[in-house]
């Protein structure tokens, strides 16, 4: 139901706040992600209208697969440089994350990796970009 929804985004939301402060104490990045879910579409709809459908209780039908819409990624780093551009490259999928944690942490990915998400600046020295100090925005 919509408010075991709410109460679930809300849980996360001060878990993702303990976290982020905790990384920002020891100086880490967080890269954060998700998988499809549907919180955000959570009813099916009727494909001309737009409108929910309704179940035989006249209630909004559930929707149980989950939905397409682009999933979230952020790069939290509060000791962000300007290594990297804030935008992170569009286009891009979950498994462009390998390759972003690998950078992060101050090596280059291997050629077969799905590109990172990060773009760099042109702001970093070649030190500063192969270092494990490097950060992303």
Excluded: W
């Excluded at 001060?14 to 959570?42: C, F, K, P, Y």
């Excluded at 179940?55 to 559930?62: E, L, T």
């Amino acid at each position: 139901d919509f408010q075991a929804v709410v109460c679930g985004i809300e849980a996360m939301d001060i878990q993702i706040g303990r976290l982020a402060r905790t990384i920002e104490s020891v100086g880490g990045i967080m890269v954060l992600s998700a998988d499809h879910g549907n919180s955000d579409d959570m009813y099916e709809h009727d494909k001309k209208t737009g409108k929910a459908l309704l179940d035989k209780d006249g209630k909004p039908k559930a929707k149980t697969s989950h939905s397409l819409n682009p999933v979230p990624c952020v790069i939290y780093d509060p000791e962000c440089k300007g290594e990297y551009n804030a935008e992170l490259r569009p286009g891009l999928g979950i498994s462009s994350l390998a390759a972003t944690c690998v950078e992060l942490l101050g090596y280059k990915a291997p050629s077969d990796y799905d590109p990172s998400v990060l773009s760099p600046t042109g702001l970093a020295t070649e030190a500063q970009a192969t270092s494990p100090a490097a950060r992303a925005c």
